[in-house]
């Protein structure tokens, strides 16, 4: 099973200011990563598939990138609805497997 | 627009079957290349995948559900189903289902459904 490691667990952010998100694979991958971001009470929503394409209607100030099995997905300026949680997610093999997701929040 | 919407108990007594079922509108489970998921998360907690269905019928589990979990389809009724047996207070989670696209992701989500496992 492929283990992904998201880090850090939180990230304080003050409205306007970048985020950097990691997520890291316990084996290769082939690209084939997503993003999700979830708000309280809602579904997570899919923002960037095969590491870096951003899904129908993201902004973007969402982009994602990749170097071997590291990922990051970088928020350029938050804006107020940004905070949420994120959780990265491999589709290579299965079983499918998430992150345990980084919680952005206000600074 | 592809809608999904699960349906099923809010209540299971331990050691009963989970029984829920996803509808769809705007779409269908015949679909090419499209897997259709649960995933589920306890309050509080992360996501974490249940299992899949293929078009084709081909299903996917998680391996550490595997011997408690099927899922299955009907493409005329445009729906597919869980069921999770022997259930634990440990099930409790709020159960989604998706559509994932190959090469793309879960793109299309229901809204969820919350389990309660208890007697």
């Known amino acids: 099973e492929t283990v992904m490691t998201q880090s850090p667990a939180t990230l304080s952010v003050s409205p306007g200011e970048g985020a950097t998100l990691s997520c890291r694979a316990s084996?290769?991958?082939?690209?084939?990563l997503a993003w999700y971001q979830q708000k309280p009470g809602q579904a997570p929503r899919l923002l960037i598939y095969?590491?870096?394409t951003r899904a129908t209607g993201v902004p973007a100030r969402f982009s994602g990138s990749e170097s071997g099995t590291e990922f990051t997905l970088t928020i350029s300026s938050l804006q107020s609805e940004d905070f949420a949680v994120y959780y990265c997610q491999q589709y290579n093999e299965w079983p499918w497997t998430f992150g345990q997701g980084t919680t952005v929040e206000i600074k | 627009q592809l809608q999904l919407q699960e349906s099923g108990p809010g209540l299971v007594k331990p050691s009963e079957t989970l029984s829920l079922t996803c509808s769809l509108s705007g779409g269908s489970i015949g679909s090419t290349s499209d897997y259709w998921a649960w995933i589920r998360q306890p309050p509080g907690k992360g996501l974490e995948w249940i299992g899949a269905?293929?078009?084709?019928?081909?299903?996917f589990y998680n391996p550490s559900l595997k011997s408690r979990v099927t899922i299955s389809g009907d493409t005329s009724k445009k729906r597919f189903s869980l069921k999770l047996s022997s259930v634990t207070a440990a099930d409790t989670a709020m159960y989604y289902c998706?559509?994932?696209?190959?090469?793309?992701?879960?793109?299309?989500w229901g809204q969820g459904v919350l389990v309660t496992v208890s007697s």
């Open positions: 095969g590491a870096s």
């Open positions: 084996q290769s991958i082939n690209s084939y």
């Open positions: 998706a559509r994932h696209v190959y090469g793309i992701g879960l793109d299309h």
């Open positions: 269905i293929f078009y084709s019928g081909s299903t």
